[in-house]
C-alpha cells in the first residue's frame, strides 16, 4: 500500500469523526475532537491519562 493510499484513509476517517460529532451534537451532546501526531499506539499512556482527567474536571456528577 502507497502512502497515498494511507492518506486517503486518514482524511477519510478525519471526516467521519467530524459527522460524527455534528450528529452528537445536534442531540444536544457535548463533544471534544483532539486530533494528535502519530499512530494508535504513539504515547497511548498520556493520552489516556489526558482523557480521563478532561472526563474528571468535566463532569457534572458530584464524585465522592
Given amino acids: 500500500m502507497t502512502p497515498r493510499y494511507y492518506s486517503m484513509i486518514f482524511i477519510r476517517?478525519?471526516?467521519m469523526r467530524?459527522?460524527?460529532a455534528s450528529?452528537?451534537?445536534?442531540?444536544g451532546i457535548?463533544?471534544?475532537i483532539e486530533w494528535?501526531?502519530?499512530n494508535?499506539?504513539?504515547?497511548a499512556d498520556i493520552r489516556?491519562?489526558?482523557?480521563?482527567l478532561?472526563?474528571?474536571?468535566s463532569s457534572k456528577i458530584a464524585l465522592p
Fill in 48 to 52: 489516556t491519562a489526558k482523557a480521563f
Fill in 18 to 20: 467530524r459527522i460524527q
Fill in 23 to 27: 450528529l452528537l451534537e445536534r442531540q
Fill in 13 to 15: 476517517q478525519k471526516r
Fill in 30 to 32: 457535548e463533544t471534544t
Fill in 40 to 43: 494508535h499506539f504513539k504515547d
Fill in 36 to 38: 494528535n501526531p502519530g
Fill in 54 to 57: 478532561w472526563a474528571a474536571s
